[in-house]
């Protein structure tokens, strides 16, 4: 009777272990984290002076990281005419927004540390969003085309 109990006994601690270590493995985090923006809008116009919006989900399957926006101005085609004395556009410091958990709403009130250079070219600027998840994998490039007046 001892010989069967040891038995059941391995048995079911054999049992109880398989299960507990196998069965919430889900193998590596290969899935890129994706990003819905809701403003800025494409060819949305924003004039010197204001700050830029954001209004944006992100997800990931496990865990999200972060999300960093650059800004870049879009040369104006041959022969177009600028403003005299305004040669220079903004060029504003990447933005790294934190981000946390499966799904995180961000509604910010300037995606930069500053509002719009006063004093920056206007003209055509294009916003870039990737996003990283704990994992370190990244989303493919999200832009979005905007107009600085």
Sequence with gaps: ????????LAIVLLT??????????EGPDTTAPQVTIETPTADQEFTKGANLPLKAEFTD???LSECTVSLSFNPEPAGSSALKGITDPWTP????IALSGKTDNKDLA???????????KSGSYTLTFVVKDKAGNTSSSKT???TIQ
């Design 110 to 120: 300037n995606i930069f540390a500053t509002s719009i250079e006063g004093t920056c």
């Design 144 to 146: 979005i085309d905007i």
């Design 1 to 8: 009777m001892n010989k069967q109990f040891t038995k059941v």
């Design 16 to 25: 109880f272990s398989t299960v507990s270590c196998g069965s919430d493995d």
């Design 61 to 63: 399957d496990r865990e």
């Design 93 to 96: 410091e990447d933005a790294v």
